[in-house]
C-alpha cells in the first residue's frame, strides 16, 4: 500500500477540523477504530488457528501447510474486517447526529 500523500493528509484534517467534532462523537469514532482492528486482528488468528488445526489433522506437507495457513489467516482477517465494519457502524449510528459523521465519511472519499 502506498503511503499518504501528504496533500491528501493535510486536506483530510483540515475537513474534519472543519467539522468541529463533539468529545462524544471522537470517542465513538475511536471506539469504532478500535472495533475493527480487534476483530481484523481476532479473525485472522481464528482463520489461521483453523487452517493449522486442518492441516495438522490431515497431515499434509509443510509447504501445503504454510500455504493452508496462509490462506487461513487471510480469509480470517476479511471476515473480521467485514465484522468490525459492521459493528463499527453500529456504534456510529448510535449517536444522536450520526448522519453528520457519514456524510463527512462520504465527502473524504
Keep these: 500500500m502506498p503511503p499518504v500523500d501528504t496533500d491528501t493528509y493535510e486536506l ?7 467539522c468541529d467534532l463533539t468529545a462524544e462523537e471522537r470517542q465513538v469514532i475511536a471506539t469504532a477504530r478500535q472495533k475493527i482492528n480487534s ?20 497431515r499434509w506437507t509443510p509447504l501445503r501447510s ?3 495457513l496462509g490462506g487461513g489467516f487471510f480469509l480470517g482477517s476479511q471476515v473480521g474486517f467485514a465484522a468490525g465494519i459492521l459493528a463499527a457502524v453500529r456504534a ?17 472519499q
Design 92 to 108: 456510529i449510528e448510535q449517536l444522536p447526529n450520526s448522519q453528520r459523521i457519514k456524510d463527512l465519511v462520504v465527502s473524504l
Design 66 to 68: 504454510i500455504a493452508m
Design 12 to 18: 483530510v484534517k483540515r475537513r474534519v477540523e472543519e
Design 39 to 58: 476483530s481484523t486482528s481476532v479473525g485472522g488468528l481464528l482463520g489461521g488457528g483453523a487452517a493449522y488445526w486442518l492441516a495438522k489433522s490431515k
